[in-house]
C-alpha cells in the first residue's frame, strides 16, 4: 500500500528519472487473430485491443509482431499490416477452428514454432518484452521468457473464475478447472500482469492470490474518430438502410452471441416494452456471430423471440466492420451490455463515443466504462422488469436521451488508445526494472 491506495493505482516514478522504452516486442494471441472480425467465431474486444495497441506501438517505433495460431492453408506466414506491425500465423494443429479445449494440446507446438520463427538474438533481432493476451497465450509466454530470458507481461481479458462465478443459467457453459489452473500459473509466473480496471486488478489478487505489487491497471481506449456521432440526416439514413424508420424506438446489441453477454435479456426486456407500450414501435438490432462451439445460439435466440411473440421485432445481423457497426450505434437509440461478466466492455464504449446512451448491467468494467445516471444506466440483475424500466427511461424521454447522448461522447474521451499505449510502456519498463537495475549493478 502507498498512501493508503492499493499500488496498481499509482504512476510508476524511476529513481533514476529514467524510463526504457522497448524497441520490440512479442504479443501472443494464441486463439485469434486481431485480423479477424470482433464479434464472430471467438473474436471480440481483445482484437480489438490487440490490433490497436499494435497500430500505435508501431507509429511510435515500436516493432510489434503478433504470433496467432495459422487457421487456413492460404495464410501467409507473415502478414505486415503496418509498417513496425506484422501478424505471425504460426503452424500449430489442423488449419480451421478448433475448439478451446481443444487448443491447451497444441501450445507446446506453437510455442515451438514460435520460437524457430523469431530469434531474440542478433542486430535488430532480439525481443524487449513477450506480452500474452488470454490465459492460453500465458501458458507459452512463460516458455518465450524462461529460453529468451525476458520479461513477461499478461492481460487476461477474461478470468475463469470470475465467469464461473457469474454464469448465465444452464444455458452457459462452465470454464474447465484446467484454465483456473492455467491462470493460476500465469499469476504466479508473469513479472507483471494488467488489469483493465482495479476491480480486476483486485480479482487478480483475491481470486488468484496475485502480488499486487506485480499488477497494474491500463484501461482500454476507443478510437474517437471511428466512433463518432453523426449528424441528425446521416443518423436517419443509418435508420432507414437498416430498415428502421424515424418512429422505431430501436435498442441494439452488439457481440458474440452467447449465454454469457446477455442478448437474450434485450429479447425479454423487449417483450415487457411491446406488453407495456402497445402504441410504441420498439425493435431490437442483434449484431453478431456465434462463439465457438455455440453455433445454435442464433437459432436459440429466434426461438425464444418466437415463444415471446416478438419475433417480428428482433432482428439478427452477422457481426460486421467498424464502419458499419458505428453506424448501428448511431441508428440505436439506446445500446444495451447485458453481459453477465465483462472485463471492461469495449462495444459500451464505442456506442458512447457515437452519442448513443447504454444500459449495461453493473457487473466487472461497466462501471468504469458507463458512467451511471450520466452516460447511460448501470443495472442490477437481468429481471425484464428492470431492463425495461432502464432501457424506457432513456429511450422515452428525449430531452433526457439527448443529455445522455453528450455526456456518452465527453465520457468516451476521456478513453483514448494513445493513453493506453503510454501506460503499456510505462508497465513494460516496470516489468523490465529489475533486470536493468541486475544490469547496472554488474550482475
Not at 444452464?170 to 491462470?183: A, L, Q, S, Y
Not at 453523426?230 to 437498416?242: E, G, I, K, M, V
Not at 457497426?325 to 453477465?340: E, F, G, I, N, T
Not at 422488469?385 to 422515452?396: E, G, R
Amino acid at each position: 500500500m502507498i498512501g493508503g491506495e492499493p499500488r496498481w493505482q499509482t504512476r510508476i516514478d524511476w529513481a533514476a528519472g529514467r524510463r526504457h522504452v522497448p524497441q520490440r516486442v512479442a504479443m501472443l494471441s494464441v486463439h485469434t487473430s486481431p485480423l479477424e472480425q470482433p464479434g464472430s467465431g471467438d473474436a471480440g474486444g481483445m482484437n480489438v485491443y490487440i490490433d490497436q495497441v499494435a497500430r500505435r506501438m508501431a507509429r511510435r517505433g515500436v516493432r510489434v509482431d503478433v504470433f496467432t495460431r495459422a487457421t487456413a492453408s492460404d495464410q501467409p506466414p507473415r502478414v505486415e499490416v503496418e509498417p513496425g506491425y506484422a501478424v505471425r500465423n504460426v503452424l500449430a494443429g489442423p488449419f480451421g477452428g478448433v475448439a478451446k479445449e481443444d487448443l491447451p494440446g497444441l501450445l507446446c507446438p506453437f510455442a515451438a514454432h514460435v520460437l524457430r520463427a523469431a530469434t531474440p538474438y542478433g542486430p535488430g533481432q532480439r525481443f524487449d518484452i513477450v506480452h500474452s493476451h488470454y490465459w492460453l497465450s500465458g501458458q507459452v509466454g512463460q516458455l518465450v521468457r524462461d529460453r529468451w530470458g525476458i520479461p513477461l507481461v499478461h492481460t487476461a481479458h477474461t478470468l475463469a473464475k470470475v465467469k464461473n462465478a457469474a454464469l448465465a443459467g444452464d444455458d452457459d457453459r462452465r470454464e474447465p478447472r484446467g484454465r483456473e489452473i492455467g491462470e493460476e500459473q500465469v499469476a504466479a509466473e508473469a513479472d507483471l500482469l494488467v488489469a483493465a480496471t482495479e476491480n480486476e486488478a483486485r480479482q487478480w489478487v483475491r481470486l488468484y492470490e496475485a502480488d499486487p505489487d506485480r499488477v497494474t491497471v491500463v484501461p482500454p481506449g476507443v478510437d474517437v474518430h471511428a466512433f463518432a456521432p453523426a449528424p441528425a440526416s446521416a443518423r436517419l439514413r443509418a435508420r432507414a438502410a437498416l430498415g428502421f424508420s424515424d418512429h422505431d424506438v430501436v435498442l441494439a446489441f452488439a457481440g458474440r452471441i452467447q449465454p454469457h453477454k446477455g442478448p437474450e435479456v434485450l429479447v425479454r426486456a423487449l417483450a415487457e416494452l411491446r406488453h407495456r407500450y402497445p402504441d410504441k414501435r420498439f425493435r431490437a438490432l442483434i449484431v453478431g456471430d456465434s462463439s465457438g462451439s455455440g453455433h445454435t445460439e442464433p437459432d436459440r435466440l429466434r426461438a425464444l423471440a418466437a415463444g415471446l411473440d416478438v419475433a417480428g421485432a428482433v432482428r439478427l445481423m452477422p457481426a460486421m466492420s467498424p464502419a458499419r457497426l458505428a453506424d448501428v450505434y448511431r441508428a440505436a437509440d439506446v445500446v444495451a451490455v447485458p453481459s453477465h461478466s465483462e472485463s471492461f466492455g469495449l462495444v459500451a464504449l464505442e456506442a458512447q463515443a457515437c452519442g448513443t446512451p447504454v444500459v449495461a448491467a453493473a457487473v466487472g468494467g461497466l462501471p468504469v466504462a458507463v458512467r451511471d445516471g450520466v452516460s447511460g444506466l448501470l443495472v442490477t440483475g437481468y429481471r425484464p422488469d428492470q431492463w425495461a424500466d432502464a432501457l424506457a427511461s432513456i429511450a422515452l424521454d428525449p430531452v433526457r436521451r439527448c443529455r445522455m447522448a453528450i455526456a456518452a461522447r465527453a465520457h468516451a474521451e476521456r478513453f483514448s488508445w494513445e493513453a493506453t499505449v503510454d501506460r503499456l510502456l510505462d508497465a513494460y519498463a516496470r516489468a523490465a526494472a529489475p533486470s536493468l537495475v541486475g544490469l547496472e549493478a554488474g550482475a
